[in-house]
């Protein structure tokens, strides 16, 4: 895939966001565009990554996405194009559990559950995209500058408990 660029001259970011996605059944063109993607944003923002599908086990997943990367998140940025029991349980964390930022994303196509749709919580958002590598990119350079021009952005509620 060629580079491809945003609408705007992106901006560097000093925020941590992590990208969060269904992994277990989705096709491989599916995690190459969402790869591609994340190396994008990387040019403008810290990305955080995932631990499913590598060589980490898996008893050791639940504490790295949710303890290195959702906890550890300025923005989490959902594609909700496909199902997903780890994405929605991320989700959850984010905006339900720390009260901090989720920008979630579908293609225009894509079947959402409605429970996505509903959330009704100031600090989520979801948008609808026709390319992931193009509107998809620009919608989260735009959530990043508002982020940037927000006088206060309420930090996160932090985990209580850790996971040993």
């Given at each position: 895939m060629k580079k491809l660029a945003t609408k705007q001259k992106k901006p560097k970011f000093d925020y941590n966001v992590y990208v969060a996605c269904s992994l277990t059944h989705a096709s491989q063109e599916f995690r190459?565009?969402?790869?591609?993607?994340?190396?994008?944003?990387?040019?403008?923002?810290?990305?955080?990554?995932?631990?499913?599908?590598?060589?980490?086990?898996?008893?050791?997943?639940?504490?790295?996405?949710?303890?290195?990367?959702?906890?550890?998140s300025d923005l989490i940025v959902a594609?909700?194009?496909?199902?997903?029991?780890?994405l929605g349980y991320e989700i959850g964390t984010q905006v339900e559990a720390r009260g901090a930022l989720c920008l979630g994303l579908a293609h225009e196509k894509a079947l959402v559950t409605d429970l996505i749709?509903?959330?009704?919580?100031?600090?989520?958002?979801?948008?609808?995209?026709?390319?992931?590598l193009t509107d998809g990119l620009d919608m989260v350079v735009e959530k990043l500058e508002k982020m940037a021009k927000s006088e206060k952005i309420k930090k996160p509620r932090r985990a209580i408990t850790k996971v040993k």
């Open positions: 190459d565009k969402v790869e591609y993607f994340k190396d994008q944003l990387s040019s403008i923002c810290n990305v955080l990554h995932f631990g499913g599908l590598c060589d980490r086990p898996a008893h050791g997943i639940y504490k790295w996405d949710i303890h290195e990367c959702v906890y550890k594609i909700c194009d496909l199902p997903s029991t780890g749709l509903d959330t009704r919580q100031p600090h989520f958002e979801f948008r609808r995209y026709k390319d992931l």
